[in-house]
């Protein structure tokens, strides 16, 4: 028996599972979290033993890690939730446990530090971008990028604040809101100013892999994404299907690869957000977790036979790692977001949904009672329906007819 420690977790199904998955396999579970009551709807079980710090403070859950292992000794320290990556790669490399670098993860975290990485060794995956801290910047960083362009914060996710910018009125009205940016979701400072970028064009997938530490990287898989609401000026997914073969996956790889090398991840199950252009493919994101929004804890595993979930424990605890797939059939995911604002009173036919062809799982995501509008971010998503078919196309094809059917109520 091993004893494993999660510092915070995702609560879109990874965080859930991965606890699960430590004590079917006999592991002890140590959870450390800012505020477990955050979690009493989606993890009804913390572990063994919950201890409550500021683990947004990568040095103080450091130190603290270093007591409780010289108590009770740790074998492996990870994460699934986004916002804590950096933090418990510190704490695992604070006693010597196998992880990501708090470095590695730094650079993917903040997306200006991974643009700048980029330029120098694989400069062909950046879109043309700039640096916006003053509002000397903005103007300059307008001309040299142009309209239309994409504004992001440094260190924010789910598309959270993330806008597509049509003209200079516009960067300067997000410019103004920019500087009323406080923290994350998970409470954490927003770096100051802003990243523009040039708009890139193509289709949107992201690539799953799986590296124990000093490991040979490997492919779990291509996602195909559907993204909506850009009429809107924003960006959110609404739909994704895996495994993708339509595109050249050898390429992604070998590119996302170079990227990963570049920034220093080297260690984890690793989502990479890319889009294929004319010109080549180009890097949106790295995230240096397992992909959410059920597509690493719920599609990969009905796809393939196998969930990446477990390699999350497995590289924790220093164990080698090889992906091979049980099967090979079709996954897919969408969501449905709210058509207009208002109140959300629930989802009227969920059991229909489920009695459609292929349909595996339907979702309710958000409490009775919530305020919902039209999507600007991935968080306001209110349902998910997962479908499984001979392949991806037909997966997504199957939960975009149920997502026809679904009717939400809206007072």
Known sequence: ????????????????????????????????????????????TLGDRVVVTETNDHV???KLVQQLHAQTPFDGITTTADFHVPQAAAAAQAIGLPALTFGGAMNARNKYRMRELLR????????????????EDVSRAAAFIGFPCVVKPLNNNNGNNVRL???????????????????????????????????????????ETVQACHGVRQLIGVTGKTLTAIERGHFVESAHCFPIDDVDVDLLFSEVSAALDTLDVTCGVIHTECRITPSGIKLIEVNPRLAGGKIGSHLVELATGVNPVRQVIDIALGKNVTWTRAFSIGAAIRYVSAPRAGCFMGLENQEELRALPGVNEVFVLKELGEPVAPPKANEDRLVAII???????????????AAACVRLKID
């Not at 997000?174 to 990243?195: A, H, M, R, V």
């Not at 970028?197 to 949107?204: P, S």
């Open 120 to 135: 120098r060794r694989v400069p062909h995956l950046n879109p043309g971008y700039a640096y916006v801290i003053t509002e």
């Open 60 to 62: 103080k859950l450091a």
């Open 1 to 44: 028996m091993a004893h494993i420690a999660f510092v915070e977790a995702s609560i879109t199904g990874a965080g859930h599972l991965a606890i699960e998955f430590a004590k079917a396999a006999g592991h002890e579970v140590t959870f450390i979290s800012r505020d477990p009551a955050i979690y009493a709807r989606c993890i009804p």
């Open 387 to 401: 479908a499984e078919a001979n392949n991806a196309k037909i997966a997504l094809q199957r939960v975009d007819a």
């Open 165 to 207: 910018i049509e003209d200079e009125a516009e960067l300067s009205a997000y410019w103004t809101w920019s500087k009323s940016w406080t923290t994350n979701s998970s409470k954490q400072k927003l770096e100051d100013g802003f990243l523009i970028e040039a708009l890139i064009q193509g289709a949107e997938v992201s690539v």
